[in-house]
């Protein structure tokens, strides 16, 4: 079975730049998350989806980050303007559903340099 | 307020002692779930044990073991016989049914096994 899949693994980019990420989940997990980690802390929910809908956004600063799931398979995470305390490495996830019994499954991360 | 605590930052071990990382976890939800976490060099969170709230059985899965106990909010994780290749961060979660389930981390145990 083919794991969460990420590109790009690393971006560096000045500040004031905008930045994409690509989330590509396991092939029938419904729900996929999300994750801001800044070094040497734990993974940080941005966003939840559950097919193609928003299921928590609560954490996500709506004002640069933005994020959609189209057709509810893929994703992307947009930064728009990046700053610098956006550095850090986003992390998805994802999982069967959104219930709290189900583990999530990680992808190897985007690590996010901003200059 | 943290709703999961690992307050150990750091542990050095020698090869084959056995090491305790701790959890502390707080929530007022009867229903909740516990998760332990390893995220290796590689920066790819791992999926090791999962916990719900009416289960404090006790686990163990070969050198890996956990001690559940909601009397203390405790969700303790031991390696017996450390090896190198245990080396990582390890990451306590817990998910409640009251905030739609999503996963609360703890700011991380890093682990260092020398051989």
């Known amino acids: 079975e083919a794991g969460v899949a990420q590109s790009p693994r690393y971006k560096i980019i000045e500040k004031r730049q905008s930045v994409a990420f690509w989330c590509n989940p396991i092939?029938?997990?419904?729900?996929l998350y999300w994750y801001q980690q800044i070094l040497g802390q734990g993974p940080k929910l941005l966003i939840q989806f559950q097919n193609n809908g928003v299921v928590d956004d609560s954490q996500l600063p709506k004002d640069r980050f933005s994020a959609e799931r189209l057709k509810g398979v893929d994703s992307t995470l947009k930064i728009q303007p990046a700053k610098l305390e956006d550095s850090a490495v986003y992390l998805c996830?994802?999982?069967?559903?959104?219930?709290?019994?189900?583990?999530?499954?990680f992808g190897p991360g985007t690590r996010l340099t901003v200059l | 307020a943290q709703k999961v605590t690992q307050a150990q930052t750091e542990i050095s071990v020698v090869e084959k002692e056995d090491v305790t990382l701790d959890c502390v976890y707080e929530?007022?939800?009867?229903?909740?779930?516990l998760f332990w976490y390893k995220q290796p060099p590689s920066g790819e969170l791992v999926f090791l044990i999962r916990?719900?709230?009416?289960?404090?059985q006790n686990e163990i899965s070969g050198r890996y073991s956990w001690n559940f106990q909601k009397s203390t909010s405790s969700f303790n994780f031991t390696i017996t016989a450390s090896q190198v290749v245990d080396s990582a961060v390890y990451f306590c979660a817990l998910s409640e049914a009251s905030t739609g389930n999503q996963f609360y981390f703890g700011t991380g145990t890093s682990l260092t096994v020398i051989p």
């Open positions: 916990r719900n709230s009416f289960d404090e």
């Open positions: 929530t007022r939800d009867t229903t909740y779930y």
């Open positions: 996830a994802s999982s069967w559903e959104w219930t709290g019994f189900n583990e999530q499954f």
């Open positions: 092939s029938g997990h419904a729900t």
